[in-house]
Nanobody
Framework: QVQMVESGGGLVQTGGSLRLSCAAS????????FTWFRQAPGKEREFVGG????????NYADSVKGRFTCSRDNAKNTVYLQMNGLKPEDTAVYYC??????????????????WGQGTQVTVSS
């Protein structure tokens, strides 16, 4: 079992930046992928980006490439999502998710076993 707690959401103006954090605890080891999803009102939860815990490879949705960056701090058991150049369409609840993986950063919601509670990001125009 893996527990995750997100933080760092808030209100920001268009073009601004936020950094989300996902603190993980429980039975984690090197073979995990940690990923961010987001869900806007009335829309499906969608993949944003993710990072492999030990291999550090990343994967991003086309809509955020070049603006968002995933990273991790092994010592703090924390994964980050740095969001720059925010747009109103980035407004959503952002969720951290984890699953066992040797390398892949899966992009489908069903691939993930563990989820955080979510943190709200609102981008004003």
């Amino acid at each position: 079992q893996v527990q995750m707690v997100e933080s760092g959401g808030g209100l920001v103006q268009t073009g601004g930046s936020l950094r989300l954090s996902c603190a993980a605890s429980g039975r984690t080891d090197a073979n995990y992928a940690f990923t961010w999803f987001r869900q806007a009102p009335g829309k499906e939860r969608e993949f944003v980006g993710g990072i492999h815990w030990s291999r550090s490879n990343t994967n991003y949705a086309d809509s955020v490439k070049g603006r968002f960056t995933c990273s991790r701090d092994n010592a703090k058991n924390t994964v980050y999502l740095q969001m720059n150049g925010l747009k109103p369409e980035d407004t959503a609840v952002y969720y951290c998710a984890a699953t066992r993986s040797l390398l892949s950063i899966y992009t489908t919601r069903s691939a993930y076993d563990f989820w955080g509670q979510g943190t709200q990001v609102t981008v004003s125009s």
